[in-house]
């Protein structure tokens, strides 16, 4: 993930055995990297699932610490989760709750289309 500070993945082609990597560059200077340890930095994390219907699903958030996010992403392969990893930087926080409950509502604003 080299240049990156997050990626985005959601279901391939083939739903239950593939996925689709999109890489996030920050527009702006969110100051350096914090909480982070030998191991990795540390990261924010939303994960989603489909219900029935194949519409997304809200399931949790969380912050965690990866030597690698995409061996972490790749490793959910076939569960049938999906979602967005954001490198944790000083000023982050806040961004990272503003995009999830903008990504929230846009997947009720979905769900709730005929």
């Known amino acids: 993930m080299d240049g990156y500070d997050g990626l985005i993945f959601l279901p391939g082609d083939d739903?239950?055995?593939?996925?689709?990597?999109?890489y996030i560059k920050y527009k702006e200077d969110f100051g350096a990297p914090i909480e982070g340890s030998p191991a990795g930095d540390k990261y924010h994390v939303a994960?989603?699932?489909?219900?029935?219907?194949?519409?997304?699903?809200?399931?949790?958030?969380?912050?965690?610490?990866?030597?690698?996010?995409?061996?972490?992403?790749?490793?959910?392969?076939?569960?049938?989760?999906?979602?967005?990893i954001i490198r944790k930087q000083e000023k982050t926080s806040e961004w990272f709750k503003e995009y999830l409950t903008d990504l929230i509502f846009s997947v009720k604003i979905l769900k709730s289309k005929p």
């Open 15 to 22: 739903v239950e055995n593939s996925q689709e990597f999109r």
């Open 47 to 84: 994960l989603f699932s489909r219900d029935e219907d194949g519409e997304f699903d809200f399931d949790d958030t969380f912050e965690a610490i990866f030597s690698d996010p995409v061996v972490y992403a790749k490793g959910l392969l076939g569960t049938g989760t999906y979602g967005t």
